[in-house]
């Protein structure tokens, strides 16, 4: 049992608190369901990217999915080894490529034509050869929501299959590529398997018509994508998930790279935050709180369910409210129509399910310095960033304000 109300009195709030033993259940289940085939887990760092989650990861023995060298930075930092590294991303720039070129990672996840070619230029330049992967769109109907879905030949991410295979041969006749992967992920929040199955039968095919032109690979990366629940979904079980796509490999020998997410870290975090009023407006009851879509965008940005615990000593009637924040949106909500017993000030509200893609879709809208966040290890707490002061929100302008 967490302690909240101890976690708010010390770190106060809003606050960002995760479980790092629940992140190793969840990371060794899923990495056991792997067993018998070469294996890598590559934490995606944009669920949750703070130094001491990806630590924490890079100890269990996980690599790293990036999207940015940003993140890529991170993952060194946290101590990530570079062949664990993987940078993926439909828009990155040449300064991004140059530097995972340097820093020697596993591989870049090459999302167009276009792109193959400026990283081929690059290590041209740099007198290197640059591993690669190929993103394939499978143009498969993941069946989440549609702006986390990426598998469609309408989103942008990744290439068609004839286009995917004119990369390989061009990469494969050149003197600084070496493609030794095929990346696939056709979205987040997956809760269906037979998208994903579909997905990687395609893939494995192509592995298969690359191996006919003499083009072996050496990584199967079927991206990341499991879902979890929030509310009461029915999730995809890691084993069955696994057992799907090695079911597609037979005869071939290939390392499964898997980019883990939310799976990892969503379940493993809670946002808390504290009642400062209840009001009403005719007939609809709000419980205004001190987190905002600031802090946890997810509600407002997708109309996301995050399951709402009041910790409060009130006994009264539970009834319908909105738990909305300080910003100056009508979109600043975490829930509607929420049933809640009257709050008093400082009462707690516990979000949950908040530890992949809260802390990091985070801003500073309105002047609002970012909440701190603590880890949870074997009951203790550590705080893992600190609370964003003012000083720290005008820190880049104030030498250039304008005289
Ligand atoms: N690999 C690639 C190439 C990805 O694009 C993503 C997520 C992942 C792995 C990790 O996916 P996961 O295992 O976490 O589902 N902000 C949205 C989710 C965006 C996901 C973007 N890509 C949300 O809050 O639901």
Do not use: W
């Not at 990155?92 to 081929?120: C, F, M, P, T, W």
């Not at 992949?356 to 203790?380: C, H, I, P, Q, W």
């Amino acid at each position: 049992m967490i302690n909240f109300k101890e976690l708010a009195s010390t770190y106060k709030t809003p606050l960002y608190i995760y479980d790092l033993n629940y992140m190793t259940k969840q990371y060794e289940e899923l990495k056991e369901a792997f067993k018998g085939r070469k294996s890598l887990m590559a934490y995606a760092i944009k669920s949750n990217s703070n130094l001491s989650i990806i630590k924490h990861f890079a100890d269990l023995g996980s690599g790293a999915d990036c999207v940015s060298i940003g993140e890529v930075r991170r993952a060194f930092l946290a101590g990530i080894p570079s062949y664990k590294i993987i940078f993926s991303g439909v828009g990155k720039s040449d300064d991004e490529i140059r530097e995972a070129i340097q820093k020697d990672i596993l591989y870049i996840n090459v999302e167009s034509e276009a792109e193959l070619g400026r990283v081929e230029l690059i290590a041209k330049e740099l007198g290197a050869t640059c591993r690669i992967s190929i993103r394939v769109n499978p143009n498969i109907d993941p069946l989440t929501h549609p702006y986390i879905s990426t598998g469609l030949h309408d989103n942008k991410f990744g290439v068609e299959i004839d286009t995917a295979k004119r990369m390989y041969i061009r990469a494969n006749n050149s003197e600084h590529l070496d493609p030794v992967g095929i990346h696939f992920h056709i979205g987040s929040q997956l809760t269906e398997l037979k998208p994903i199955y579909e997905s990687a039968e395609i893939v494995a095919d192509m592995v298969r018509s690359l191996q006919n032109i003499k083009i072996e690979l050496k990584f199967f990366d079927i991206g990341g994508g499991l879902g979890v629940k929030y509310k009461d979904e029915v999730t995809i079980k890691p084993y069955d998930y696994a057992q799907a796509i090695l079911g597609t490999l037979k005869g071939l020998d290939l390392t499964v790279v898997c980019e883990p997410g939310r799976f990892l870290t969503a379940n493993a975090g809670y946002f808390l935050t504290k009642v400062l009023y209840e009001k009403q407006n005719g007939a609809k009851r709000f419980v205004v709180v001190d987190g905002g879509m600031n802090d946890l965008l997810r509600p407002s940005l997708y109309k996301a369910y995050h399951k709402i615990e009041a910790i409060s000593q009130s006994r009264t009637d539970e009834s319908k409210a909105d738990v909305v924040g300080p910003v100056c949106e009508s979109g600043d909500f975490f829930a509607k129509d929420c049933l809640l017993p009257i709050l008093e000030h400082n009462d707690l509200l516990v979000v949950h399910s908040a530890g992949a893609y809260g802390f990091g879709m985070g801003s500073n809208y309105n002047t609002r310095g970012r909440s701190a966040e603590v880890a949870l290890k074997d009951g203790v707490a550590r705080l893992i960033r600190r609370r964003e002061e003012f000083e720290d929100l005008v820190a880049l302008e104030k030498e250039f304000l304008v005289k």
